[in-house]
């Protein structure tokens, strides 16, 4: 990695130093906070992580699909009935560092990837930053206050790893666009804007959008900064550069947006509304959290960055106002729109381009700032050691910092302390800490390099003050092991598929028993299936929901009771195959029936459900064979791309009537192969433009 970065910055001489720093610390942190080989990240105090229910066994399924049964999974049967594998972007079957789990146990895989993208973060803002004018020091503390960003560890408790894999390559790209927008740029600079798009695009396709309207808007000031340099970077000199970038970096991502696009109508998302986008809009009162940092504390309304970087980039902006103004107004846009329907830019937004729809939760957007708001406090940092004419501007401002910030550590000690956990109150005194260096650089007393290290060194202690409540590590034996028992039962009895109204085999355990669900949970629910598994389980959504059934008003995360009283359906279910459902309360409905109680867990069969069996020969082809004394509709997989291999008419339902009851279904790989060539082609397009403008 630091061969890599000094390669690409041959300025960049101490960075072999600051990564080797920077990997150690982070793998101290994520050990210390609990994350080993078979242990996965949860948010405090919480039963639920999505790493677990749906990161693991996303990684698990795929390790499986090729190294046992050597195929490249395109449909995964576990979940509602069946769902497209390769096409849904949150599974990253493209994306190459998820390749890593052809190696490494699925659990141990993830954590490691956690690291090398937060550790791939903290190089990026550092390289960003030293190609930009920041010292080393003043670097190391952008690049270690965004690889420890109260936001970004929070989506690791949280399980949000396709957000943090997306961030980490956010200052790449922005790095890659500097060096694009010069007045001689070399090709190698657009290869690597490609790339790190590319890259961007597969960890993460919704955070990608914030990261490359920022890198589109740096660009335009960029060339609009240097309309006085000579020579001028004109758009004939770095336009077909841009250009061919963007060529690359689409055909390097056609097999995952190709396939994408062509699903877009039958996806329940595309009948989302505008109040289910808003989801978690932050209230104008939760920006108090910029200064009092919430200890554990929810991760999609996370806006802490640490009250010194927020003072630190603050003091950038009060020394060099039009310098850095770009990057304040970067920030307050951010937030202005993280407000989502709680101010009027949000909404206007996503009246007038409709596809912002796609992007639920607006506060994914300060994802922006937790870069933005660091490489802004290097720039604090370094302004206010190493320019001495400009101290005097700041002055009184800091010693007044310095008395507020005593007084509202104290104020907040007396006051606040029976509403806050004694760790936010200790927090709150970074104010102070940073304010004190900042009187020490203005008034002289150390050197400039001193200075800096002490910044640095406050920053770290603030962040990790925090980022160290925002994570817990646990092992199998939590999320997996206890259900075990359920497990081989279900297996004993020959499960075909099985319902839970209230989550009582959790979609981890399913997935590595290799149990067929009815329900599920993952966003990219196919429209049809949506309306079949209501109808199905008498539960219908108040809204969009990523779960199937929808766990709508449940309290404090209590599924125990959820859906209780939801009038299901034993023969539609039976039409879906489902054999089993299982609760931790009793179900009064005819056609089930009850078998055994295991661990609380009530298992019914489902007398309604046709003798079938289904005989997967990997994932993307199965045999399915009914009784001969069946007749009726069923449901054997969830409608998709299916070819009938077996002499019959393609298409679902199947119908046994006598005379039909075998079927032999294939997926259909043509939108697979149709991205790849399209990909293919535009590659071959953007390689023959790179040719073409070398040599002229």
Not at 39 to 57: A, G, K, N
Not at 268 to 275: A, V, Y
Not at 650 to 678: C, E, F, K, V
Request: aromatic share 12%; hydrophobic share 50%.
């Amino acid at each position: 990695m630091s061969r890599f970065t000094c390669w690409i910055d041959p300025e960049a001489r101490s960075s072999p130093i600051f990564l080797c720093a920077l990997a150690v610390i982070l793998a101290a942190f994520l050990l210390g906070v609990g994350l080993g080989p078979d242990s996965l990240p949860f948010p405090p105090e919480s039963d639920y992580s999505d790493v677990v229910t749906s990161h693991w066994p996303n990684a698990l399924f795929l390790r499986r699909a090729v190294l046992d049964d050597h195929t490249w999974p395109l449909w995964r049967p576990l979940i509602m009935s069946g769902q497209p594998f390769a096409a849904n972007p949150l599974n990253k079957v493209w994306y190459p560092p998820q390749w890593l789990v052809f190696i490494l146990p699925p659990a141990l895989h993830l954590n490691v990837l956690t690291w090398l993208h937060l550790l791939v973060a903290g190089a990026g803002a550092w390289t960003w930053s030293r190609a930009t004018g920041l010292s080393g020091w003043a670097a190391g503390l952008a690049g270690f206050g965004y690889a420890f960003a109260p936001r970004l560890i929070a989506s690791v408790g949280a399980g949000h790893l396709d957000l943090v894999y997306a961030a980490a390559w956010f200052p790449w790209l922005l790095w890659a666009v500097y060096r694009a927008v010069q007045p001689a740029p070399t090709h190698r600079s657009a290869l690597w804007l490609a790339l790190f798009a590319a890259l961007c695009f597969l960890a993460d396709v919704r955070l990608s959008a914030y990261t490359f309207v920022t890198a589109a808007v740096y660009a335009l000031w960029l060339w609009f900064q240097a309309r006085d340099l000579e020579p001028r970077p004109a758009i004939r000199r770095i336009g077909p550069g841009l250009l061919l970038a963007a060529l690359l970096a689409a055909g390097l991502t056609a097999v995952q947006w190709v396939p994408l696009l062509q699903m877009r109508a039958d996806l329940s998302r595309s009948t989302i509304t505008l109040d289910d986008v808003a989801a978690h809009s932050l209230a104008w009162g939760q920006w108090i959290g910029l200064l009092i940092g919430d200890h554990g504390g929810a991760w999609d309304t996370m806006v802490y960055v640490g009250i010194s970087t927020l003072v630190l980039a603050v003091t950038a902006l009060l020394l060099r106002p039009r310098a850095l103004a770009f990057w304040g107004a970067l920030v307050l846009i951010a937030g202005l729109y993280a407000l989502g329907d709680q101010f009027i830019l949000w909404p206007l937004l996503a009246r007038l381009i409709p596809p912002i729809r796609w992007w639920r939760v607006p506060p994914r957007a300060w994802f922006v700032a937790a870069l933005i708001l660091p490489y802004l406090a290097g720039w604090g940092a370094q302004l206010l050691a190493g320019h001495p004419s400009k101290r005097q501007i700041a002055r009184l401002g800091v010693v007044a910092l310095l008395g507020g910030g005593l007084v509202c550590g104290l104020s907040s000690l007396i006051m606040l302390s029976p509403h806050l956990e004694l760790t936010a109150i200790l927090g709150i005194f970074a104010l102070p800490a940073v304010a004190l260096v900042m009187l020490l650089a203005i008034f002289g007393k150390l050197a400039p390099r001193a200075l800096l290290i002490l910044f640095a060194l406050v920053v770290a202690v603030d962040v990790l003050w925090m980022d160290r409540t925002l994570i817990d590590g646990r092992d199998k034996n939590t999320w997996l092991e206890p259900y075990r028992e359920l497990a081989d039962y279900l297996d004993q009895v020959g499960a075909v598929r099985v319902y839970s109204p209230d989550y009582r085999l959790p979609q981890q355990a399913a997935a590595y028993w290799n149990i067929q669900q009815f329900d599920g949970v993952d966003p990219f629910q196919l429209r049809a299936y949506v309306d079949a598994a209501e109808a199905a389980t008498g539960v219908k959504a108040d809204g969009y929901s990523v779960t199937i059934p929808a766990y709508d008003n449940v309290e404090e995360n209590d599924l125990a009771s959820a859906n209780r009283d939801a009038p299901i359906s034993p023969a539609l279910l039976g039409q879906w195959l489902v054999t089993h459902v299982l609760s931790a309360y009793e179900i009064e409905a005819d056609g089930l029936e009850l078998d055994t109680i295991i661990n609380d867990v009530y298992i019914y069969r489902n007398a309604c459900a046709p003798d079938i069996t289904l005989d997967w020969d990997g994932p993307n082809r199965v045999t399915i064979t009914a009784a001969s004394t069946y007749t009726g509709s069923l449901y054997a997989v969830a409608a998709g791309r299916w070819h009938d291999h077996s002499g019959g008419s393609p298409g679902l339902p199947g119908t046994a009537d006598g005379t039909r009851q075998t079927w032999t279904l294939r997926y259909d790989p043509s939108s697979i192969w149709t991205g790849l060539l399209i990909g293919s082609i535009l590659v071959a397009l953007a390689s023959a433009g790179w040719w073409i403008t070398s040599r002229a």
